[in-house]
C-alpha cells in the first residue's frame, strides 16, 4: 500500500477538560478524503502522575462511538513506549491524544513531485500562534 505524507500530532488536555467537538471535526476530514488515521493512542496521567495508555479498541464504549468512525483500518504503529516518551511532560491531571494520520490530499501532488525527480527540501508546519503573531504585526507595520 503507498502511503501519503505521514504526520504526528500530539495534543494535551490539562486538568482532562473534553467538549466532544474534536471527534466530529476529524470525523469530517476522514469523510471527505483529507486524511486517513493510521493510529490513534490516549495517554492519561492522574492526579498522582500516574500514567495510563488506552488503545481504541481498549476504550470504553463512549469513546468507541465518537471515535470509532475515525479509526477505521488502525496499523498499530504507534506503540505504548511511543506514549510513554512522548507524554513525558504531561502534568498531572491531564491527558494527550496522539494521532498518526496519512495526509491523503497530498498523495498525488507527492507522486508528482517524485516523478519529476523532485526531492524534499523543507516541511515544516508552523504553529497558528506564530502566523496570528505575524500577521498581527504586518497589520499594525501598515
Do not use: C, Y
Not at 476522514?30 to 498522582?48: P, Q, S, Y
Not at 503573531?133 to 507595520?141: D, I, M, S, T
Amino acid at each position: 500500500m503507498s502511503l501519503g505524507p505521514i504526520e504526528l500530532l500530539v495534543v494535551k488536555f490539562p486538568g482532562n477538560q473534553f467538549k466532544g467537538e474534536i471527534a466530529p471535526a476529524l470525523a469530517e476530514l476522514v469523510e471527505n478524503g483529507t486524511i486517513r488515521i493510521v493510529d490513534l493512542l490516549f495517554a492519561i496521567k492522574d492526579e498522582n502522575g500516574d500514567l495510563a495508555v488506552v488503545e481504541l479498541s481498549d476504550a470504553g464504549d463512549e469513546e468507541n462511538e465518537a471515535w470509532g468512525p475515525v479509526a477505521g483500518d488502525m496499523t498499530g504503529l504507534l506503540t505504548e513506549d511511543d506514549a510513554q516518551r512522548l507524554s513525558n511532560a504531561l502534568e498531572p491531571n491531564s491527558s494527550a491524544a496522539l494521532l498518526l494520520f496519512e495526509n491523503v490530499w497530498a498523495t498525488k501532488f507527492r507522486d508528482a513531485v517524485l516523478n519529476a525527480n523532485g526531492e524534499l527540501v523543507l516541511n515544516e508546519r508552523i504553529p497558528k500562534h506564530v502566523v496570528d503573531e505575524v500577521l498581527a504585526a504586518a497589520e499594525e507595520a501598515s
